[in-house]
T-cell receptor
Framework: EPEVTQTPSHQVTQMGQEVILRCVPI?????FYWYRQILGQKVEFLVS????????KSEIFDDQFSVERPDGSNFTLKIRSTKLEDSAMYFC???????????????FGSGTRLTVV | AQSVTQLDSQVPVFEEAPVELRCNYS??????LFWYVQYPNQGLQLLLK??????LVESINGFEAEFNKSQTSFHLRKPSVHISDTAEYFC????????????FGIGTKLQVIP
């Protein structure tokens, strides 16, 4: 079964450093997303991306965050200057354009655990 | 905006006993409803979804959920749980029509006791 692949599985970074989280969505999917889950809290929407531009972003997704699809296969989330509160599990997801409603649904990756120290 | 409430943060249940994980949602418009499962140290997996049609939806591993519009609920049930069902279960909602962001509940940890 096709998978969304995220690398690395765990990243430790120092406060103030830039970090890039990488995702390889399923090849025929057209919509891409980032979500995050701070330990013990809800999974929260960060951003959606379609046709090489951001479709929607949440309040969390401020100027410190950016997304990019640099080469047609990878989908990256960059945090420019990490803060302690950015420590969380980050999930990438992708979905295809449904031709029928029953195709609707995301596929999530297994996540990258980001620890900011 | 839509929201999801999962009333139980943890549910312990003995193996082979039935279980119900409760989910209520709030939205002023029609929504899609989902249950996701997260096994220890793994990502989110779609367990089942309600899009339209029959209000009772089933997963391949014996879970079912029923959409109740009047009670704005989407409770998850299984008649007999197995040790391997131990995981965290997330109820989620999104607006209908096109790919919308998903709003998750806080999750319910199901602990199956041997």
């Amino acid at each position: 079964e096709p998978e969304v692949t995220q690398t690395p599985s765990h990243q430790v970074t120092q406060m103030g450093q830039e970090v890039i989280l990488r995702c390889v969505p399923i090849s025929n999917h057209l919509y891409f997303y980032w979500y995050r889950q701070i330990l013990g809290q809800k999974v929260e929407f960060l951003v959606s991306f379609y046709n090489n531009e951001i479709s929607e972003k949440s309040e969390i997704f401020d100027d410190q965050f950016s997304v990019e699809r640099p080469d047609g296969s990878n989908f990256t989330l960059k945090i420019r200057s990490t803060k302690l509160e950015d420590s969380a599990m980050y999930f990438c997801a992708s979905s295809e354009l449904p031709d029928r409603e029953y195709n609707y649904g995301y596929t999530f990756g297994s996540g990258t655990r980001l620890t900011v120290v | 905006a839509q929201s999801v409430t999962q009333l139980d943060s943890q549910v312990p249940v003995f193996e082979e006993a039935p279980v119900e994980l409760r989910c209520n949602y709030s939205s002023s418009v029609s929504v899609y409803l989902f249950w996701y499962v997260q096994y220890p140290n793994q990502g989110l997996q779609l367990l089942l979804k309600y899009l339209s049609g029959s209000t009772l939806v089933e997963s391949i591993n014996g879970f079912e959920a029923e959409f109740n519009k009047s009670q704005t609920s989407f409770h998850l049930r299984k008649p007999s749980v197995h040790i391997s069902d131990t995981a965290e279960y997330f109820c989620a909602v999104s607006l209908r029509g096109g790919y919308q962001k998903v709003t998750f509940g806080i999750g319910t940890k199901l602990q199956v006791i041997p």
